[in-house]
């Protein structure tokens, strides 16, 4: 066993304190504008913008501009004139992207056993999409989100189309103007995020660590769910497979979840704390009724219209918690 040092204890009890208290108003675009000196770098630092981020959230005006910082897009040590060069590469590289799938198109449908079956289900998944609000204004363009899920798919090597890839997109494409955008902040949000959602490499760590979390923190819970089988907590991986975003009562709560991932405060994989969080709120429940893994996914499916602030700040609570008892190696290994 091994405890975190005083440092991060004092971090992970101040997370927690200020997120407790009432919000302050999160971070406008006269704010964010103040970070940066005349020549577009940075005059705060990186952790100060990030535990801000974690604190208050980001006014929708400055989240497509603080997500490319956020995910990678754009370096934080970069100027104002560096950010537009790159921006411009960005856009050649996926233009050229484009061709080149529209050249190796014909050889994929011949060659690739998977990728007509994959075409076919990234068109299926979207035409499920509601592409239009309340008042009947479109909100996406289906086909360009089918040509960014085709491209994602093609070039993605690690990462293939899963199911819920496209609801993810289209939050990025409602966030930013151009394909370009959309394509690689989507995949920066990946790796930034560890691929945490990604079935055949996220999903499955974070299932055993919420597993050993559980088991750490709620040894009465951890034997009821023992006892029903491995898949009492294996059948939660909607959670992470979606990144939570079906819980909440809408996009903005979202937004404002996956930013604070992006962060990587209060710790790394937070998401694993979150999902411990929404877990807890249906603990007694399950421990009444006895549920095993069908029940406790029903149970789960049923949180939705969360608040996203109330979410991160119960997960914060959790993370101090956890750093002040006697961490087993992996969580500490796995959070920090």
């Not at 200020?18 to 000196?37: H, N």
């Not at 945490?196 to 951890?222: E, R």
């Not at 991932?261 to 979150?274: D, E, S, Y």
Request: net charge negative.
């Amino acid at each position: 066993m091994t405890t975190l040092s005083p440092e991060n204890s004092l971090s992970a009890r101040q997370s927690a304190s200020f997120i407790l208290v009432k919000r302050k108003p999160p971070i406008d675009k006269t704010e964010w504008d103040s970070f940066f000196d005349e020549n577009g770098h940075l005059a705060k630092s990186r952790d100060f913008i990030c535990i801000n981020i974690l604190e208050r959230g980001l006014h929708p005006f400055v989240r497509t501009e603080a997500w490319k910082f956020l995910t990678g897009y754009f370096s934080w040590q970069s100027s104002q004139d560096e950010r537009l060069t790159v921006d411009s590469m960005r856009r050649k590289n996926y233009k050229a992207l484009c061709q080149m799938y529209e050249k190796i198109q014909p050889l994929l449908e011949n060659l690739h056993r998977n990728f007509i079956e994959t075409r076919n289900n990234i068109a299926r998944d979207i035409q499920k999409l509601y592409d239009k609000d309340p008042l009947g204004n479109v909100l996406i363009d289906k086909k360009r989100l089918e040509k960014i899920l085709l491209l994602s798919y093609v070039c993605n090597t690690q990462a293939e189309y899963q199911q819920g890839f496209h609801e993810m997109v289209m939050l990025f494409q409602l966030m930013v103007e151009h394909d370009h955008e959309t394509f690689w902040l989507f995949q920066f949000f990946l790796q930034k995020t560890e691929h945490s959602c990604v079935i055949n490499i996220g999903v499955s760590k974070n299932l055993d660590m919420l597993n050993t979390l559980i088991t750490f923190l709620d040894p009465m819970f951890a034997e009821h769910l023992k006892g029903k089988g491995a898949g009492a907590v294996q059948s939660l991986f909607p959670w992470f497979c979606f990144c939570f975003q079906r819980a909440f009562k809408s996009f903005d709560d979202v937004w404002r979840l996956w930013e604070v991932l992006l962060t990587g405060k209060p710790c790394r994989n937070f998401q694993v704390l979150v999902a411990y969080s929404m877990l807890q709120m249906v603990r007694e429940q399950v421990l009444q009724e006895s549920m095993g893994g069908d029940d406790i996914l029903l149970a789960c499916n049923k949180l939705i219209d969360l608040d996203a602030d109330e979410l991160i700040s119960t997960a914060c609570v959790v993370y101090a918690e956890l750093i002040q008892k006697d961490v087993p190696q992996t969580l500490k290994d796995f959070f920090l």
